[in-house]
Structures are given as structure tokens and as C-alpha cells.
């Protein structure tokens, strides 16, 4: 009887110390989002989808608030704070000054956002898009397949993350044809697909036959006027078989899993992110050329291979310019 109730103590007493160990007693990271769009927005969809890839490894519990205002954003991001969440992602572009008094203000926490500003010590990392990359890659492939010499670009806001990417689109466009002319127009909105396709059409009408989709809207109003259209974050091919042609893929995974990793180590600290998009780090890539494959000459498949792999080695940089780009 003696040996049993010794035996059950020390069961009791083991379990008790396996409770206690941090092994055991490290829960799943909570982490939430905040974003001021729609979820399926091309842009905040790869944060998502990069997040809930953390879930399904059972790493974090994860939740979000969408279409938030930016009237609400600081209120949201305490919110969240004070709701135990350990990591907090979103998109501070037009709530720097609140986003960071918010970081101040929660010391403990980790806050990982979207930002053309820099790191806030202690807790405030940063991160962007910086996926110039391929996207001077499918400027490449709109030169080569605009019979017109026109191409339409149709942006956000002119932001440097906006920028970076219509500027390395522009100099891949000249590289492969230095004569080509470009349209310009930002819709002064991140999810207005109505706004977007009226702006693509009127670049259409004026000869535009390739269109820079860096806007939801865009493919389809290159769809209905049967030109061709560029890809930008995703990869929407698929929905547009016979119009998207290539797409520069942003890939959130390499950030989201640093940023986790740090938290869950205690290291996480005030730096830029933004080189985890590059594509040597798997941050960013061409998408498949899939129904394009054999439409595209295979001398500009070439061009752009080689293009692609200098990139890669180290021996090709594309110029990072943040500046509003210009149809010269």
C-alpha cells in the first residue's frame, strides 16, 4: 500500500514538474493581424496566407480584423495588445505616427508591420514588398510581347513600395525594348477594382496592349478588351488563362517565420525585414509561365532566364528606386 501511494506521489510530482518544465509549458504563439483591406487583397493575402501556414504547423494561434480604418487602427492594435497576443502584423503606411505610439506603449510585446519607415527599437520591426526582382522579370516579358510599344500601368498610391516595383517593371519593359511608352494612373486606393478597370480601359483605348495589373481590376478589363496583362503579388493566372501572362509573386513565408522564431526565443528586436523578399532567400519569384509557355518566343524565355539567374548569383542587382515613376 505504502509502495502505491509512493508510486502515486511520484506520478503526481513527475507530472506536475513536466507541467512546469518550459518545454510543456510553452503555449502556441498568439499572434493577430490588422489590415485595411479585405483579406482576399493581393497584398494581405500573402500575409495571411504565410500566418495560417503557421497554424497548420500548430505553431501560433492566429486571428485578424479586416477593413479596418484607419480611425481604428491604434484602437484595434491595443486592443489586440491587451488581448495577450505576443506578435502583432499589419500595414502602418498611413498610421506611422499611431502605430508606433502604440509599440512604445507595449514594450512586451513584438509588433512586425508593413512600413516605409524604419525600425522603432525596442519592439517595432519592419517590412515591405521588396519584390523588384521579378518584377523587372515580367517587364522583361511585357517588351518582348507588346506589339503596340505601349504599355498601361495602373497603381495604388505612389508609395516607395508601390514605386519600387513600376520602376523595376519599367526597366525591365526598356531593357528588351528601349522604345517603349508607358501610361501611368493611380486610383488613390488599395482595393477599388471598379476604379481600376475604368483606369485600364482608358489606357486600353489609347493602344495599350499589355497592362501592369498592380491593382484588382485591372486583368479584367484586360480580359474584356483582349490584351494581355502582368501579375503583381499573386498569381492569378489561372482565373485569367488567356490574359495574365506572368506575375512577380510575393512570398511572406520567410519573414512571418523569422519574425515567430525570434518571438518564441526571446529575440525579436526593432530591424528591417524587408531583404526576406528578395529571391535568393525564396522571399519573392517569376510565377510559372503555365498557359503562357509556349506563346512567349522562346528567345525572350531565354533573355529572361538568364536575367533571372544572374539575379540569383548575385550578378545582376535591380535598382531600388522609390520614386514616383514617370512615363518618359
Known sequence: ????????????????????????????????????VPVEQQWVSRIDKALKAAVARGEIEYVFSENVANADYERVMRQYAEGGNTLIVGESFAVEAAARKVA???????FLMGSSGKPQA????????YIQEPAYLTGMIAGGMSKSGKIGMVGGYPIPEVNRLMNAFMAGAREINPKV?????????????PKAKEAAFAMIDKGADVMYAERFGVSDAAKERKVLAIGNVIDTQAQYPDTVVASAIWHMEPTIDKAIAAVKGGSFKAEDYGSLSMMKVKGSSLSPLGTFEKKIPAELVAKVRAREKAMLEGKFAVKVDDNAPKAK
Do not use: C, H
Open 1 to 36: 500500500m505504502t509502495l502505491s501511494r509512493r508510486t502515486t506521489l511520484g506520478v503526481a510530482l513527475a507530472t506536475l514538474a513536466v507541467a512546469a518544465s518550459p518545454a510543456f509549458a510553452q503555449a502556441k504563439l498568439k499572434v493577430a493581424a490588422i489590415y485595411t
Open 181 to 193: 511608352e508607358f501610361s501611368i494612373t493611380f486610383i488613390n486606393s488599395w482595393f477599388d477594382p
Open 122 to 129: 525596442p519592439n517595432f520591426g519592419v517590412f515591405d514588398n
Open 104 to 110: 512604445k506603449d507595449y514594450p512586451k510585446v513584438s
